[in-house]
C-alpha cells in the first residue's frame, strides 16, 4: 500500500504546522503546532484533532517555535501515547517553552473570568502548565545527521539553521523519501549557521514565508542605530518585540556590535524575558549550531540587564526612558511586550520596531499595516510611537534563498507541496519555481491528502471532513 500525507495544518497560513504520514497503517504527525492570527485561525486549535490522538504512533518536530510545537500539550492530553522526537536543541528549548505557553494560556483565561472579557463562563485554556510537563515526558532527543527508526520509518533530523535545534525531516516511508523543510534559515544570518543543502527526494514540503518578498541587503545594524540614536536621544524608549528563543539573541548581537564601535549610546539594554534569559544557557551548550564567538556571547549578556520577576518587569514600565526594552512576543500577541506597548505606546517620543514576520490577524500586523489602536487586556490602546520594521532580521530564507537552496538538489523531486505560507506568498514562490527552475510546485490544500511515492505522483485526494 502507498504511503500517504495528509496536510492538518499551515495551509494558507504561516502558523499550525502539523503534516500526517500514513504509512503500513502506522500513523506519524510531522509537527503539532499551534494555528496563530486570524480568529478563524484560532478557532481550529479548540476543534476535535482531525484524527484520534491515540491513532497517532509518533510525533516528529521540526524545531521548537509554537507554530510547530505548540498544541502538543493538548495532543497528549487528549490521548497521544506515543514518543515525540527531535533533536537535543529542539528538546532542551521546548522544556522552556511549552510550560510557558500553558502559564501565559491559564493566566489569560483567568485575567478573562476576573475582567468579564470573554463569552465564556468560566474561560478556560487551550491547556495548562501540566499538560505541558506531560506533553515533555514524551520527548526522545536525538542528534543530527544520524538514521533514527521512528514508528517504522527511517528518520533523519538535517541542520535547517533557523533557530537552535532546528531541522530539517526526512522519512522514508514505503520506499518514498518524504523531506520536510520546516522554518528554513538563512544563508547570511548572523546567528545560526546556514541550512544543509537539499539531497536527493521524492516529496518534498517546502515552507513558504516569504515566498513573495526578498529581504532588503541592508544591514540592520545602521537603521538600528538610526532608531537608537534618534529615540534615545530625545529620552525615549525603543520597544523591540522578539521571539524569545533565536530573535532575542540576534538583536542582543546587534546591539552589543553597535555599543562596541560606539554607535549607539550607553543607554540602558533590558532583556525581559525569563525565556530568552534561560535560553541563552542553552544557545551557549551548542556552539556547534551557531556562528557566535565565546567573547561576543559573553558581550552580548554582559551588556543588558535580564529581568525576570514580574516585579522588575512592572518597574520598567515606571522608570522611562531613555531604555531599549526587548520583550516577547515578537507578533505582540501575549507575553511582558504587552505591557511595555500600553505603557510606553501612547508617547511619540517613543518607538515600536518589528523585528520579523508578522502574521494576519496579529496585533505586529495590525501595526505594520497602520492601525494605531491595539486591542490590549480588554481595552484599546492608541498607538502614537513611532512603528518601524526591520524586515532584514528575519530568520526565514527570502524567495530568492530558497530557491537557491531548492536548486541545490541532484534533480527536481517527483512532487513539491508549498506550506507555511499566506496565500500570496506561496502562490509567488510557486510562480518563482517553475520559471527558475522549471518544477512544477503545487500549494498545498488544508485537509487534503496526497500520495507520498517514489514513482509519478497520484492523483490527490480532496479535503477530508474531520475524521480518525
Keep these: 500500500m502507498t504511503a500517504s500525507l495528509r496536510f492538518l495544518g499551515a495551509t494558507d497560513t504561516v502558523t499550525g504546522s502539523r503534516y500526517l504520514v500514513e504509512s503500513r497503517g502506522r500513523r506519524i504527525l510531522v509537527d503539532c503546532g499551534l494555528f496563530q492570527g486570524y480568529k478563524v485561525l484560532r478557532e481550529r486549535n479548540w476543534r476535535p484533532f482531525p484524527v484520534e490522538p491515540s491513532s497517532i504512533d509518533a510525533v516528529v518536530i521540526t524545531h521548537a517555535h509554537l507554530d510547530h510545537t505548540g498544541y502538543l500539550p493538548a495532543l497528549v492530553r487528549d490521548g497521544f501515547r506515543g514518543s515525540i522526537h527531535a533533536t537535543h536543541g529542539t528538546t532542551e528549548l521546548s522544556r522552556l517553552i511549552l510550560p510557558d505557553s500553558g502559564r501565559l494560556l491559564e493566566e489569560q483565561a483567568r485575567f478573562a473570568d476576573r475582567h468579564h472579557t470573554s463569552k465564556h463562563t468560566p474561560p478556560l485554556p487551550l491547556y495548562t502548565e501540566k499538560d505541558a510537563s506531560r506533553a515533555l515526558e514524551r520527548f526522545e532527543p536525538h542528534s543530527f545527521d544520524e538514521d533514527v527508526e521512528v514508528a517504522g520509518l527511517t528518520t533523519r533530523f538535517v541542520p535547517a539553521g533557523h533557530i537552535l535545534g532546528a531541522a530539517q525531516v526526512r522519512l ?69 518585540p522578539a521571539f524569545a528563543v533565536g530573535r532575542a539573541e540576534t538583536l542582543l548581537l546587534h546591539l552589543s556590535r553597535l555599543r562596541a564601535q560606539h554607535a549607539i549610546p550607553d543607554v540602558p539594554v533590558f532583556l525581559n524575558s525569563p525565556m530568552a534569559v534561560n535560553a541563552a544557557e542553552i544557545y551557549a551548550r551548542h556552539p556547534e549550531e551557531h556562528r557566535i564567538r565565546p567573547a561576543e556571547f559573553e558581550a552580548m549578556y554582559r551588556m543588558a540587564t535580564l529581568v525576570r520577576s514580574v516585579d522588575e518587569s512592572k518597574l520598567l514600565n515606571l522608570r522611562g526612558g531613555p531604555a531599549i526594552i526587548i520583550s ?89 507541496y508549498l506550506t507555511h505560507g499566506e496565500p500570496h506568498a506561496a502562490d509567488a514562490l510557486r510562480v518563482r519555481i517553475l520559471r527558475t527552475l522549471g518544477w512544477e510546485a503545487r500549494v498545498a490544500e488544508f485537509g487534503e491528502t496526497v500520495p507520498a511515492t517514489a514513482t509519478a505522483t497520484a492523483t490527490v485526494s480532496p479535503p477530508a471532513a474531520n475524521a480518525s
Design 328 to 416: 516577547a512576543s515578537g507578533m505582540i500577541e501575549g507575553g511582558r511586550v504587552l505591557h511595555h506597548i500600553a505603557a510606553y505606546g501612547g508617547d511619540p517620543h517613543n518607538a515600536i520596531v518589528l523585528t520579523g514576520f508578522q502574521a494576519g490577524g496579529t496585533r505586529g500586523d495590525a501595526l505594520r499595516r497602520g492601525e494605531r489602536s491595539l486591542r490590549i487586556y480588554g481595552r484599546d490602546v492608541p498607538i502614537r510611537a513611532q512603528v518601524h520594521t526591520l524586515d532584514m532580521l528575519s530568520a526565514h530564507a527570502d524567495a530568492g534563498q530558497l530557491v537557491d537552496w531548492l536548486s541545490t538538489a541532484p534533480r527536481a523531486p517527483r512532487a513539491v
Design 172 to 240: 522514508v516511508a514505503d520506499g518514498a523519501r518524504l523531506h520536510f523543510t520546516g522554518d528554513l534559515g538563512r544563508v547570511d544570518d548572523p546567528l545560526m549557521k546556514p541550512p544543509r543543502s537539499l539531497q536527493e527526494t521524492d516529496v518534498l514540503v517546502c515552507e513558504s514565508t516569504y515566498g513573495d518578498r526578498v529581504h532588503p541587503g541592508t544591514d540592520a545594524g545602521p537603521l538600528l542605530a538610526g532608531i537608537v540614536n534618534d529615540v534615545c536621544g530625545h529620552g525615549g524608549v525603543v520597544i523591540l
